[in-house]
């Protein structure tokens, strides 16, 4: 009997040439697996195609719950955004993927995993760092790193095997999407000077076009997690779905981003992220309002190293898993609600609200009620101030630095 092999299967030109390759290559049984994270398209036309392609096998799977409540809302949770811009919706959509791989091969007893991704970019190496980490005696194979086909040849390497081609090949660009966001690279784009065409764009309308009233939206957070928009309980995929939707529609959540690859190459990549945008920004505004300046600050550093692992492929490390502890305590009080206003591209917080907030009214206004204590603060300032003075005193000020006394 032939050995099985695991493929992870989107039903596009590339894994479904590599469902053929495999079989002939490798003389592989091929289990197609279909992880639905959100823009996979309709799971029974995409198992059909598979079996059609030559899958032996071809399982689909809605894993949405999953990917938000697992990978998702950690991230949000510690405002994970690679290089100050990309909120990391393929980069988190990978190791559940390869994850999913992993569970199916050992239930098939298959020796190998595949996946679709290049040689040239980040994908490969989440999938196989994360499979290496949860099953190291699995093979990997990675066709489309191996076949050396451009995508000329492999397009007519379906054709010749009457293998389906997507309408969506005609497209210039390449395109992954899940709930989180979509990405948008090659063709025109691959020139950093050239603005992106309406046409890269399918989640969010230009802001040219967008409706000229704004909308505004309450947020629901619950230690550190979206749990309801304007006061409606809501479930982490369908309250991502409605902002999606909503924040798209005013054109917010574009992103153009000439960003840095681990395997060294610099590219440009256009995201879509309309949810990732506003729940990104509201959660730092409960943060905000909820956490001490010392939190914040250590939460920055938190929030890069994590958004470096995310983006490097290292989803199943101790590292990860320890920084998520520690997040997960973080987020105890990051409950309240907040309110922002999305118009012509823009989302904008107006509001916050929290039974735990640190905002103290009594301290903070300039009218009557004030009950801050500015007779405390001449003292406060003499002691904040006295290193300062110090040094100055001994070392000289700003513009005239003393030179130290030479001792012979
Ligand atoms: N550059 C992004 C990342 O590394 C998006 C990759 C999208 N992948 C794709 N096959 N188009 O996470």
Redesign the pocket.
């Given at each position: 009997m032939a050995d099985k092999v695991v493929l992870a299967y989107s039903g596009g030109l590339d894994t479904s040439v590599a469902i053929k390759w495999l079989a002939d290559k490798y003389k592989m049984e091929v289990i197609a697996l279909t992880a639905d994270i959100g823009g996979v398209g309709e799971l029974p036309a995409i198992q059909k195609k598979a079996l059609k392609t030559g899958a032996v096998k071809a399982l689909t799977v809605d894993a949405k719950g999953i990917f938000v409540d697992s990978f998702v809302f950690p991230a949000l949770k510690a405002n994970a955004i690679?290089e100050g811009q990309?909120p990391?919706?393929?980069?988190l959509g990978?190791p559940l993927i390869a994850k999913m791989l992993v569970d199916t091969a050992r239930k098939e007893k298959a020796v190998a995993v595949a996946h679709g991704?290049?040689g040239k970019?980040?994908?490969q190496v989440?999938f196989d760092v994360s499979v290496i980490a949860l099953a190291p005696e699995l093979k990997i194979v990675a066709p489309a790193r191996e076949w050396g086909m451009t995508r000329e040849e492999t397009i007519a390497y379906a054709e010749k095997h009457d293998i389906p081609i997507p309408i969506k090949v005609s497209s210039p660009y390449?395109?992954?999407e899940n709930l989180w966001g979509r990405?948008?690279?090659c063709g025109v784009l691959e020139d950093p000077w050239v603005e992106p065409p309406e046409d890269v764009f399918a989640w969010t309308k230009s802001p040219a076009v967008s409706p000229d009233k704004p909308d505004y939206v309450e947020i629901g957070f619950e230690e550190g997690i979206p749990v309801s928009l304007n006061g409606k309980k809501l479930d982490g995929v369908a309250l991502i779905q409605r902002l999606n939707e909503t924040a798209g529609k005013h054109g917010v959540g574009r992103i153009d981003?000439v960003?840095s690859?681990?395997v060294g190459i610099k590219?440009r990549?256009i995201?879509e992220a309309p949810a990732a945008t506003v729940l990104l920004k509201a959660h730092q505004a409960m943060e905000a309002m909820t956490l001490s300046h010392q939190q914040l600050r250590f939460n920055e550093k938190v929030s890069s190293e994590y958004a470096d692992i995310i983006?490097n492929g290292l989803w199943f490390t101790a590292l990860r898993r320890d920084l998520a502890a520690y997040v997960d305590r973080a987020q105890k009080h990051v409950t309240g609600t907040v309110r922002v206003k999305l118009f012509k591209g823009n989302c904008i917080v107006v509001g916050r609200k929290s039974p735990v907030s640190l905002y103290d009214y009594s301290l903070a206004t300039y009218d009557k009620g004030d009950v801050f204590d500015q007779g405390a603060a001449p003292g406060f300032i003499h002691l904040w101030g006295l290193p300062a003075k110090v040094q100055a005193k001994v070392q000289g000020g700003e513009g005239k630095e003393q030179k130290p006394k030479k001792k012979t």
């Open positions: 690679y990309y990391l919706a393929t980069a990978r991704s290049t970019g980040n994908d989440r390449s395109i992954d990405s948008i690279e981003h960003e690859r681990l590219s990549e995201y983006y």
